[in-house]
Protein backbone atom coordinates (compact mmCIF):
# COMPACT_ATOMS: atom_id res chain seq x y z
CA UNK A 1 0.00 0.00 0.00
CA UNK A 2 1.37 3.25 -0.70
CA UNK A 3 1.22 6.53 0.98
CA UNK A 4 -1.63 8.09 -0.85
CA UNK A 5 -3.27 4.98 -1.05
CA UNK A 6 -2.82 4.72 3.39
CA UNK A 7 -3.52 8.61 4.07
CA UNK A 8 -6.53 8.19 1.94
CA UNK A 9 -8.59 7.34 4.90
CA UNK A 10 -6.64 9.97 7.26
CA UNK A 11 -7.66 13.01 5.02
CA UNK A 12 -10.29 14.09 7.91
CA UNK A 13 -7.90 14.04 10.69
CA UNK A 14 -5.44 15.91 8.32
CA UNK A 15 -7.83 18.61 7.58
CA UNK A 16 -8.97 18.65 11.35
CA UNK A 17 -5.09 19.37 12.32
CA UNK A 18 -5.27 22.02 9.71
CA UNK A 19 -8.19 23.84 11.46
CA UNK A 20 -6.71 23.47 14.72
CA UNK A 21 -3.06 25.23 13.72
CA UNK A 22 -5.17 27.83 11.74
CA UNK A 23 -7.55 28.73 15.17
CA UNK A 24 -4.22 28.63 17.53
CA UNK A 25 -4.41 32.04 19.82
CA UNK A 26 -0.76 32.38 19.14
CA UNK A 27 1.78 30.78 17.09
CA UNK A 28 4.34 32.16 19.95
CA UNK A 29 2.19 31.24 22.98
CA UNK A 30 5.17 28.85 24.73
CA UNK A 31 7.18 32.30 25.54
CA UNK A 32 3.91 33.10 28.03
CA UNK A 33 3.82 29.91 29.28
CA UNK A 34 3.19 30.03 32.95
CA UNK A 35 2.25 34.07 32.60
CA UNK A 36 -1.20 33.51 30.48
CA UNK A 37 -4.16 31.45 31.23
CA UNK A 38 -4.33 31.25 27.28
CA UNK A 39 -7.91 29.30 27.62
CA UNK A 40 -9.26 32.40 29.30
CA UNK A 41 -8.46 34.97 26.26
CA UNK A 42 -11.54 35.80 24.28
CA UNK A 43 -11.37 34.33 21.08
CA UNK A 44 -10.06 36.51 18.19
CA UNK A 45 -7.68 38.39 20.64
CA UNK A 46 -4.00 37.71 20.10
CA UNK A 47 -0.82 38.99 21.28
CA UNK A 48 0.42 42.28 19.65
CA UNK A 49 4.72 41.44 18.51
CA UNK A 50 5.88 44.85 17.28
CA UNK A 51 8.90 44.64 15.29
CA UNK A 52 11.26 47.31 13.72
CA UNK A 53 9.79 50.79 12.88
CA UNK A 54 7.49 52.83 13.89
CA UNK A 55 4.35 52.03 15.90
CA UNK A 56 1.18 54.04 16.93
CA UNK A 57 -1.54 52.68 18.98
CA UNK A 58 -4.10 53.16 21.81
CA UNK A 59 -4.38 52.00 25.36
CA UNK A 60 -7.56 50.73 25.90
CA UNK A 61 -8.55 50.67 29.72
CA UNK A 62 -9.90 47.79 31.51
CA UNK A 63 -12.03 46.62 34.59
CA UNK A 64 -9.92 45.34 37.23
CA UNK A 65 -11.00 41.37 38.18
CA UNK A 66 -10.87 39.84 41.15
CA UNK A 67 -6.99 39.30 40.93
CA UNK A 68 -5.50 42.59 40.49
CA UNK A 69 -2.28 43.44 42.86
CA UNK A 70 -3.70 46.94 43.72
CA UNK A 71 -7.08 47.75 42.92
CA UNK A 72 -10.55 46.05 43.90
CA UNK A 73 -12.95 44.35 41.31
CA UNK A 74 -14.71 46.88 39.04
CA UNK A 75 -12.20 49.70 39.13
CA UNK A 76 -11.20 51.13 35.40
CA UNK A 77 -7.32 51.43 34.77
CA UNK A 78 -5.50 50.88 31.83
CA UNK A 79 -2.36 48.85 32.64
CA UNK A 80 -1.40 45.60 35.12
CA UNK A 81 1.81 46.06 36.44
CA UNK A 82 3.78 42.81 37.44
CA UNK A 83 6.89 41.15 39.17
CA UNK A 84 7.73 38.59 36.71
CA UNK A 85 10.23 35.88 36.93
CA UNK A 86 11.70 35.38 33.43
CA UNK A 87 13.55 32.31 31.66
CA UNK A 88 12.89 29.78 34.08
CA UNK A 89 13.83 26.67 33.10
CA UNK A 90 14.54 24.94 29.91
CA UNK A 91 11.40 26.42 28.07
CA UNK A 92 11.96 29.71 29.64
CA UNK A 93 9.18 30.11 31.43
CA UNK A 94 7.80 33.17 32.80
CA UNK A 95 5.86 33.19 36.46
CA UNK A 96 4.24 36.23 38.40
CA UNK A 97 6.12 36.64 41.51
CA UNK A 98 3.95 35.67 44.46
CA UNK A 99 6.58 36.42 47.16
CA UNK A 100 6.47 40.20 45.77
CA UNK A 101 2.71 40.55 45.14
CA UNK A 102 0.35 38.54 47.55
CA UNK A 103 3.59 37.59 49.98
CA UNK A 104 2.94 34.02 49.26
CA UNK A 105 5.49 31.23 49.03
CA UNK A 106 7.90 31.02 46.22
CA UNK A 107 10.00 28.79 44.78
CA UNK A 108 11.93 30.94 43.35
CA UNK A 109 12.12 33.70 45.77
CA UNK A 110 13.11 30.73 48.54
CA UNK A 111 16.03 29.46 46.07
CA UNK A 112 17.75 32.92 45.61
CA UNK A 113 17.48 33.57 50.03
CA UNK A 114 18.73 29.77 50.17
CA UNK A 115 21.70 31.04 48.14
CA UNK A 116 22.50 34.41 49.11
CA UNK A 117 26.20 35.42 49.74
CA UNK A 118 26.92 32.09 47.28
CA UNK A 119 24.84 32.96 43.82
CA UNK A 120 27.04 34.97 41.13
CA UNK A 121 25.54 38.32 39.55
CA UNK A 122 24.34 36.67 36.78
CA UNK A 123 22.42 33.49 37.61
CA UNK A 124 21.07 36.03 40.38
CA UNK A 125 20.01 38.38 37.64
CA UNK A 126 18.46 36.06 35.77
CA UNK A 127 16.16 34.55 38.00
CA UNK A 128 15.31 37.77 39.85
CA UNK A 129 11.96 38.59 39.31
CA UNK A 130 11.90 42.01 36.52
CA UNK A 131 9.23 44.89 36.25
CA UNK A 132 6.70 43.99 33.05
CA UNK A 133 3.35 44.99 32.03
CA UNK A 134 0.74 44.49 30.00
CA UNK A 135 -1.61 46.48 28.14
CA UNK A 136 -5.03 46.05 25.98
CA UNK A 137 -3.83 48.04 22.96
CA UNK A 138 -5.70 48.94 19.83
CA UNK A 139 -2.93 48.96 16.85
CA UNK A 140 -3.30 51.33 14.42
CA UNK A 141 0.33 50.67 11.66
CA UNK A 142 -1.61 50.05 8.78
CA UNK A 143 -4.99 48.99 8.35
CA UNK A 144 -5.27 45.44 8.77
CA UNK A 145 -3.64 46.01 12.32
CA UNK A 146 -6.54 48.20 12.87
CA UNK A 147 -9.03 45.45 11.26
CA UNK A 148 -7.34 43.03 14.16
CA UNK A 149 -9.03 45.49 17.16
CA UNK A 150 -8.17 45.09 20.46
CA UNK A 151 -4.46 43.19 21.05
CA UNK A 152 -2.67 42.10 24.22
CA UNK A 153 0.73 43.45 24.71
CA UNK A 154 3.02 42.31 27.26
CA UNK A 155 6.13 44.63 27.70
CA UNK A 156 8.99 45.35 29.68
CA UNK A 157 7.74 48.67 32.44
CA UNK A 158 11.40 50.19 31.45
CA UNK A 159 10.67 50.04 28.00
CA UNK A 160 6.90 51.93 27.64
CA UNK A 161 4.92 52.54 31.13
CA UNK A 162 8.26 54.16 32.17
CA UNK A 163 8.78 56.81 29.61
CA UNK A 164 4.67 56.84 29.69
CA UNK A 165 4.60 58.09 32.92
CA UNK A 166 7.48 60.59 32.36
CA UNK A 167 5.95 62.41 28.98
CA UNK A 168 2.09 62.02 30.49
CA UNK A 169 3.10 64.32 33.56
CA UNK A 170 2.27 68.14 33.06
CA UNK A 171 4.61 71.19 34.15
CA UNK A 172 3.92 73.00 37.08
CA UNK A 173 1.68 69.98 38.69
CA UNK A 174 -0.71 70.89 36.01
CA UNK A 175 -1.46 66.97 36.73
CA UNK A 176 -1.49 63.66 33.69
CA UNK A 177 -2.58 63.13 30.57
CA UNK A 178 -5.61 60.23 30.57
CA UNK A 179 -4.11 58.88 27.20
CA UNK A 180 -6.24 55.70 27.86
CA UNK A 181 -9.41 57.31 28.08
CA UNK A 182 -11.89 56.39 24.96
CA UNK A 183 -13.00 59.88 24.03
CA UNK A 184 -10.49 62.41 25.70
CA UNK A 185 -7.20 60.08 25.34
CA UNK A 186 -4.32 60.17 23.52
CA UNK A 187 -2.66 58.08 20.78
CA UNK A 188 1.24 57.01 21.32
CA UNK A 189 3.75 56.76 18.78
CA UNK A 190 7.51 55.02 19.29
CA UNK A 191 9.59 53.59 17.12
CA UNK A 192 11.95 50.42 17.84
CA UNK A 193 15.31 50.55 16.40
CA UNK A 194 18.02 47.81 16.02
CA UNK A 195 21.24 48.56 17.38
CA UNK A 196 24.33 45.79 19.05
CA UNK A 197 23.90 42.25 19.97
CA UNK A 198 23.55 40.22 22.82
CA UNK A 199 23.60 36.48 24.05
CA UNK A 200 19.94 35.46 24.70
CA UNK A 201 18.63 33.45 28.11
CA UNK A 202 19.33 30.59 25.18
CA UNK A 203 23.03 31.23 25.05
CA UNK A 204 21.90 32.38 21.03
CA UNK A 205 23.40 35.51 19.31
CA UNK A 206 20.83 38.03 18.92
CA UNK A 207 20.29 41.69 17.18
CA UNK A 208 19.64 43.97 20.20
CA UNK A 209 16.49 46.91 20.30
CA UNK A 210 15.86 49.55 21.54
CA UNK A 211 12.50 51.74 22.30
CA UNK A 212 12.74 55.73 21.44
CA UNK A 213 10.77 58.61 20.71
CA UNK A 214 7.68 58.24 22.96
CA UNK A 215 5.04 60.71 22.09
CA UNK A 216 1.11 61.39 22.73
CA UNK A 217 -0.89 62.26 19.14
CA UNK A 218 -3.97 63.60 18.68
CA UNK A 219 -6.91 60.84 18.19
CA UNK A 220 -8.97 61.17 15.09
CA UNK A 221 -11.79 60.21 16.54
CA UNK A 222 -12.77 58.54 20.35
CA UNK A 223 -12.17 54.36 20.10
CA UNK A 224 -15.50 53.03 18.73
CA UNK A 225 -17.51 51.14 20.71
CA UNK A 226 -17.01 47.69 18.96
CA UNK A 227 -13.64 48.15 19.75
CA UNK A 228 -14.45 48.64 23.65
CA UNK A 229 -17.19 46.30 23.40
CA UNK A 230 -14.47 43.48 22.64
CA UNK A 231 -12.92 44.11 25.63
CA UNK A 232 -15.93 44.34 28.17
CA UNK A 233 -15.66 41.44 29.85
CA UNK A 234 -11.23 41.32 29.99
CA UNK A 235 -9.95 41.81 33.35
CA UNK A 236 -6.08 41.80 32.85
CA UNK A 237 -5.69 40.29 35.93
CA UNK A 238 -7.39 37.26 35.49
CA UNK A 239 -6.22 36.22 32.17
CA UNK A 240 -2.97 36.36 33.64
CA UNK A 241 -1.54 33.54 36.01
CA UNK A 242 -1.06 35.67 38.91
CA UNK A 243 -1.82 32.79 41.55
CA UNK A 244 0.91 30.08 39.27
CA UNK A 245 1.13 26.70 41.03
CA UNK A 246 3.91 26.13 43.44
CA UNK A 247 4.44 22.81 42.54
CA UNK A 248 4.77 23.90 38.83
CA UNK A 249 7.41 26.39 39.43
CA UNK A 250 9.16 24.33 41.26
CA UNK A 251 9.65 21.43 38.18
CA UNK A 252 10.00 25.02 35.70
CA UNK A 253 12.86 26.01 37.98
CA UNK A 254 14.68 22.57 39.41
CA UNK A 255 13.75 20.43 36.83
CA UNK A 256 12.46 17.71 39.08
CA UNK A 257 9.10 17.12 40.76
CA UNK A 258 8.78 18.41 44.13
CA UNK A 259 9.58 15.51 46.71
CA UNK A 260 7.45 17.19 49.44
CA UNK A 261 4.07 15.83 49.59
CA UNK A 262 2.81 19.39 51.28
CA UNK A 263 4.88 22.17 49.35
CA UNK A 264 3.58 24.70 51.37
CA UNK A 265 4.63 22.98 54.93
CA UNK A 266 7.92 21.57 53.52
CA UNK A 267 8.64 25.39 52.77
CA UNK A 268 7.48 27.27 55.98
CA UNK A 269 10.48 24.78 57.96
CA UNK A 270 12.84 26.91 55.82
CA UNK A 271 13.62 30.94 56.29
CA UNK A 272 11.11 32.46 53.94
CA UNK A 273 12.42 36.10 53.51
CA UNK A 274 9.39 39.27 53.87
CA UNK A 275 8.90 41.10 51.03
CA UNK A 276 11.27 43.31 51.50
CA UNK A 277 13.63 40.88 51.76
CA UNK A 278 13.30 40.03 47.93
CA UNK A 279 16.09 40.33 45.66
CA UNK A 280 15.50 43.91 43.58
CA UNK A 281 17.30 43.91 40.07
CA UNK A 282 17.19 47.74 40.22
CA UNK A 283 18.16 47.57 43.55
CA UNK A 284 21.90 46.25 43.58
CA UNK A 285 22.03 46.15 47.72
CA UNK A 286 19.84 42.82 47.13
CA UNK A 287 22.87 41.41 45.50
CA UNK A 288 24.60 39.77 47.90
CA UNK A 289 28.41 38.70 46.59
CA UNK A 290 30.15 35.19 47.75
CA UNK A 291 32.89 35.63 50.08
CA UNK A 292 36.01 34.75 49.29
CA UNK A 293 37.24 31.42 50.87
CA UNK A 294 39.13 32.34 53.94
CA UNK A 295 35.93 34.85 54.39
CA UNK A 296 33.98 31.80 55.18
CA UNK A 297 32.33 32.43 58.30
CA UNK A 298 31.23 35.63 57.31
CA UNK A 299 27.86 35.00 55.75
CA UNK A 300 26.43 38.35 55.09
CA UNK A 301 22.80 38.15 55.22
CA UNK A 302 20.56 40.14 52.64
CA UNK A 303 20.50 44.09 53.04
CA UNK A 304 23.38 43.95 55.90
CA UNK A 305 25.84 46.13 55.83
CA UNK A 306 29.47 44.05 55.87
CA UNK A 307 31.27 44.77 59.47
CA UNK A 308 34.13 47.34 59.34
CA UNK A 309 36.61 44.27 59.54
CA UNK A 310 35.38 42.62 57.01
CA UNK A 311 35.14 45.21 53.93
CA UNK A 312 38.72 45.24 53.08
CA UNK A 313 38.80 41.20 52.46
CA UNK A 314 35.11 41.04 50.85
CA UNK A 315 35.82 44.57 48.47
CA UNK A 316 32.57 43.49 46.31
CA UNK A 317 32.40 47.39 44.64
CA UNK A 318 36.09 46.63 43.38
CA UNK A 319 35.17 43.09 41.96
CA UNK A 320 32.53 44.76 40.38
CA UNK A 321 33.99 47.36 38.77
CA UNK A 322 37.01 45.66 37.00
CA UNK A 323 34.09 43.48 35.31
CA UNK A 324 32.45 47.02 33.92
CA UNK A 325 36.36 48.68 33.40
CA UNK A 326 36.11 47.53 29.70
CA UNK A 327 33.30 49.73 29.54
CA UNK A 328 31.18 48.00 26.89
CA UNK A 329 27.78 47.25 26.47
CA UNK A 330 26.94 43.32 25.73
CA UNK A 331 23.50 45.23 23.76
CA UNK A 332 25.36 47.57 21.88
CA UNK A 333 24.56 50.93 23.78
CA UNK A 334 26.67 53.38 25.55
CA UNK A 335 27.79 51.76 29.14
CA UNK A 336 25.85 53.93 31.85
CA UNK A 337 24.55 56.29 29.58
CA UNK A 338 21.61 54.14 27.44
CA UNK A 339 20.22 51.48 30.62
CA UNK A 340 16.50 50.32 30.96
CA UNK A 341 16.13 51.36 27.11
CA UNK A 342 17.13 48.19 25.47
CA UNK A 343 15.31 45.00 25.34
CA UNK A 344 18.88 43.46 26.54
CA UNK A 345 18.61 45.43 29.86
CA UNK A 346 16.42 43.04 31.33
CA UNK A 347 18.39 39.96 31.64
CA UNK A 348 21.70 41.85 31.06
CA UNK A 349 24.76 40.34 33.32
CA UNK A 350 26.32 43.78 33.81
CA UNK A 351 23.11 45.91 34.80
CA UNK A 352 23.81 46.69 38.17
CA UNK A 353 27.46 47.73 36.65
CA UNK A 354 26.03 49.69 34.47
CA UNK A 355 24.05 51.32 37.04
CA UNK A 356 26.60 52.61 39.01
CA UNK A 357 28.16 54.33 36.32
CA UNK A 358 24.60 55.76 35.49
CA UNK A 359 24.15 57.32 38.86
CA UNK A 360 28.34 58.18 39.05
CA UNK A 361 27.79 59.97 35.70
CA UNK A 362 23.96 61.94 37.03
CA UNK A 363 26.17 63.03 40.42
CA UNK A 364 28.89 64.36 38.28
CA UNK A 365 31.13 62.03 39.41
CA UNK A 366 32.67 61.73 35.16
Known amino acids: ?24 KDSTSGRYQGLFNLSKIPEGIGFWKPKEGEHV ?77 VYIVWVHDNKEEEEKGPQLWEVSYSFMEEPLEQISKLPLEGGYVPFSHPDQGKSISFRIVKEGSFTGADGKEQ ?4 YKGHQFLD ?42 TNSTESVKQEAIPEPDDIPDPDDDSSYVEEPKKEEKKAEVPWKEEPKKEEKKKVEPKKEEKKKSESGKCPGGGTFGKDINTMSECGDCAIWDDCSDENDNIRKGKK
Open 57 to 133: FDVIPYFAGTQHPKYDKGTLTHVLKLNVHTNIGMNFNQFVCTMRHWNEVDPICQYIHSQRGKMEKKAWSQVAPKQRT
Open 1 to 24: MGFRDKAKTKMNELMERHKQSAEE
Open 219 to 260: RKKPIPDWVLDKVEQVALDEIVNMHPDFDEVYLALHGSKNPA
Open 207 to 210: TGTK
